[in-house]
T-cell receptor
Framework: DAGVIQSPRHEVTEMGQEVTLRCKPI?????LFWYRQTMMRGLELLIY????????DSGMPEDRFSAKMPNASFSTLKIQPSEPRDSAVYFC??????????FGQGTRLTVV | DQQVKQNSPSLSVQEGRISILNCDYT??????FLWYKKYPAEGPTFLIS?????DKNEDGRFTVFLNKSAKHLSLHIVPSQPGDSAVYFC?????????????FGKGTHLIIQP
């Protein structure tokens, strides 16, 4: 298996633009997580899905952030409109019932 | 308010010696603890975990110790090798670390010196 696949790896966008980050979880994994890493706050859980259903989105910072999981093999995290303070590395991870989650390589987002 | 704390941003250890990384938590509801390792430009990779019903778990050179009364856990790496140089994250979970999200510490950058 190729692991968790995220795209793009790097994204540079102007303030106010819409940004969409994509994630393909490991086949057979029924939980999917979106995390954000910043210097100030470290790794934070934004939202997670179980069996494609959003379970907890309390970590989503603002209404500008939204996430979807239309099927078991794809999820998106959208920021609209983007702001400079959204600049961070965004990780997607997936897991089964066992301990731990498998992370993708992340998307480095820069909003200028 | 941080529920998982790693108070040492960095740690330098000589190759062959023992590396000890520490982690404290505040929420007594956590029932599973994990350590992740992260290299630059890569995602975190799962290293080792421990359930709250145990006080020690060992996997090769890596051992995690849990002291529930002190709400403290530590990761021991012995002997330390150059490839161990990375950022190590402590994480905690309410549900065995699988279905629910993880709460992470800010990480400790371990540097193994030759």
């Amino acid at each position: 298996d190729a692991g968790v696949i995220q795209s793009p790896r790097h994204e540079v966008t102007e303030m106010g633009q819409e940004v969409t980050l994509r994630c393909k979880p490991i086949s057979g994994h029924n939980s999917l997580f979106w995390y954000r890493q910043t210097m100030m706050r470290g790794l934070e859980l934004l939202i997670y899905f179980n069996n494609n259903v959003p379970i907890d989105d309390s970590g989503m910072p603002e209404d500008r952030f939204s996430a979807k999981m239309p099927n078991a093999s794809f999820s998106t995290l959208k920021i609209q409109p983007s702001e400079p303070r959204d600049s961070a590395v965004y990780f997607c991870a997936s897991s089964t019932s066992g301990p731990g989650a498998f992370f993708g390589q992340g998307t480095r987002l820069t909003v200028v | 308010d941080q529920q998982v704390k790693q108070n040492s941003p960095s740690l330098s250890v000589q190759e062959g010696r023992i590396s000890i990384l520490n982690c404290d938590y505040t929420n007594s509801m956590f029932d599973y603890f994990l350590w992740y390792k992260k290299y630059p430009a890569e995602g975190p990779t799962f290293l080792i975990s421990i359930s709250s019903i145990k006080d020690k778990n060992e996997d090769g050179r890596f051992t995690v110790f849990l002291n529930k009364s002190a709400k403290h856990l530590s990761l021991h790496i012995v002997p330390s090798q150059p490839g161990d140089s990375a950022v190590y994250f402590c994480a905690a979970s309410y549900s065995g670390g699988g279905a629910d999200g993880l709460t992470f510490g800010k990480g400790t950058h371990l540097i193994i010196q030759p």
